[in-house]
């Protein structure tokens, strides 16, 4: 706990006129849910924990095979059964507006 002379006098009146109590902890971010988490711990144990790189490229080369696949494959409960790829082309099919360019050139195949 910091000494009170450290606090500035106008921050020491106002939380303790308002009944602040200080805290460092941050509040948790509720929007992501722990799909970031939980995303990071998926690429983590397909690359990372799996396969021994021998260079910083072969782990983006795979890294990006691995993307590929979960994107273009991987069906997802929570996007009621659609890949991430056909969540996005469907919502682009139903609102074009909310995007710059079409996300049916983003394929990988033939001409990449």
């Known amino acids: 706990m910091r000494p009170e002379s450290s606090v ?8 303790s006129a308002l009944a602040f109590r200080r805290s460092a902890t941050l509040r948790p971010n509720h929007w992501t849910n722990g799909q970031v988490e939980r995303m990071n711990r998926t690429l983590k144990e397909a690359t990372v924990r799996r396969y021994h790189d021998e260079t910083h490229e072969q782990l983006e080369d795979h ?18 059964g659609l890949t991430p790829y056909e969540a996005i082309c469907k919502a682009w099919a139903n609102e ?10 983003l394929t990988s195949g033939l001409n990449t």
């Open 8 to 15: 500035a006098p106008q921050d020491s009146l106002t939380t």
């Open 63 to 80: 890294l990006a095979a691995f993307l590929g696949a979960y994107n273009f494959a991987k069906r997802l409960k929570t996007l009621q």
């Open 96 to 105: 074009p507006e909310r995007f710059r360019r079409a996300p049916v050139h």
